[in-house]
């Protein structure tokens, strides 16, 4: 035989509950609180004569931002149940997170007369899920750090030789794509070997490092990229720069290297510092490739050390040449 539960039982029940517990009342705009649970002033520090006719957002103060509570809202308007996250505050102030769950209470006619929250604790829950973030975020803080040394040279910051070859290759599809010229220098610091015998190995890597900002400045726009190749050897690749302008580029950059020598010599002694440039500027088609772009930069750096070095030597055309061969 069916019993029915006393409302006694459901009294104590309630009582008993480890989550705090609200019934509020669905009739009126400001739904007013008509009960509290033991468990709501322990977790809230408020004593139920406290709250008795209240709004519930007096949990909020002036926390009132929050997507949580637009959830809350619209739940009452609709007279819907719903669960949410909100920041609420207790009696001495302190912040603690509440899970709210809100559900309607209906009458025997289907009618919504009262609402009945349930407020759970989960400060702990969201702090741990904070910290677990917090540490995601610096484990890929130094993942990215880890993959941009692995990209970079440790002397001159610049990129390392295997980062140049990959962005070459991106470049020159690009450039074909495009249809947009292209223009790759290599540059040498002559007669390093002499200067690192003469002034010492860290005054060597001091000049690769000036040189090397040097090279940065002059190669600045933000498709440039500018990477140590090995040594005292250096490429700068610039997208959309035509012969004309890569020269005009690579003797700005010579010039530069002239000041910065001077610079050298006022301040410690005789530290004669100049560069060659060998240049080669293509407009990609099927008939080369990037790897004949780099050739030829090369083989032109090699003309400018043999014509006295402290220059600029551009190649021909890698149209024309391929046209002869």
């Given at each position: 035989?069916?019993?029915?539960?006393?409302?006694?039982?459901?009294?104590?029940?309630?009582?008993?509950?480890?989550?705090?517990?609200?019934?509020?009342?669905?009739?009126?705009?400001?739904?007013?609180?008509?009960?509290?649970?033991?468990?709501?002033?322990?977790?809230?520090?408020?004593?139920?004569?406290?709250?008795?006719?209240?709004?519930?957002?007096?949990?909020?103060?002036?926390?009132?931002?929050?997507?949580?509570?637009?959830?809350?809202?619209?739940?009452?308007?609709?007279?819907?149940?719903?669960?949410?996250?909100?920041?609420?505050?207790?009696?001495?102030?302190?912040?603690?997170?509440?899970?709210?769950?809100?559900?309607?209470?209906?009458?025997?006619?289907?009618?919504?007369?009262?609402?009945?929250?349930?407020?759970?604790?989960?400060?702990?829950?969201?702090?741990?899920?904070?910290?677990?973030?917090?540490?995601?975020?610096?484990?890929?803080?130094?993942?990215?750090?880890?993959?941009?040394?692995?990209?970079?040279?440790?002397?001159?910051?610049?990129?390392?030789?295997?980062?140049?070859?990959?962005?070459?290759a991106r470049e020159w599809n690009r450039a074909r794509r495009d249809q947009l010229p292209l223009s790759l220098f290599m540059i040498d610091i002559d007669h390093f070997k002499r200067f690192n015998d003469t002034y010492g190995h860290l005054a060597g890597d001091q000049c690769i490092r000036l040189v090397a900002d040097t090279v940065r400045r002059c190669f600045a726009r933000g498709s440039d990229l500018v990477a140590r190749y090995g040594g005292e050897e250096f490429v700068a690749l610039a997208a959309g720069v035509e012969r004309r302008q890569a020269r005009e580029r690579a003797e700005l950059l010579r010039e530069a290297i002239h000041e910065l020598a001077g610079e050298r010599q006022g301040r410690a002694g005789p530290h004669p510092v100049t560069v060659s440039v060998g240049l080669a500027t293509a407009t990609p088609d099927e008939r080369i490739s990037a790897e004949d772009?780099?050739?030829?930069?090369?083989?032109?750096?090699?003309?400018?050390?043999?014509?006295?070095r402290d220059r600029v030597v551009h190649a021909a055309s890698l149209r024309a040449l391929a046209t002869a061969a």
């Open positions: 035989m069916k019993r029915d539960v006393s409302t006694e039982l459901l009294r104590r029940a309630m009582s008993a509950a480890n989550e705090g517990l609200v019934i509020a009342e669905a009739g009126t705009p400001d739904h007013p609180i008509i009960y509290v649970n033991p468990a709501f002033e322990r977790l809230t520090g408020y004593r139920t004569e406290e709250v008795l006719g209240r709004n519930c957002r007096f949990l909020q103060r002036n926390d009132t931002r929050q997507a949580g509570l637009d959830h809350l809202r619209e739940a009452l308007r609709a007279s819907t149940g719903c669960l949410a996250m909100v920041r609420n505050y207790r009696k001495d102030g302190s912040m603690f997170w509440n899970q709210v769950g809100l559900a309607p209470m209906l009458d025997a006619s289907g009618r919504v007369t009262h609402f009945l929250g349930t407020l759970t604790d989960v400060t702990e829950r969201v702090r741990s899920e904070h910290r677990l973030l917090e540490k995601q975020r610096q484990l890929e803080k130094s993942k990215r750090t880890l993959e941009g040394l692995a990209l970079k040279d440790g002397l001159t910051g610049l990129y390392n030789r295997r980062h140049l070859s990959e962005q070459l772009l780099l050739d030829a930069a090369d083989r032109a750096l090699y003309q400018a050390k043999r014509q006295g």
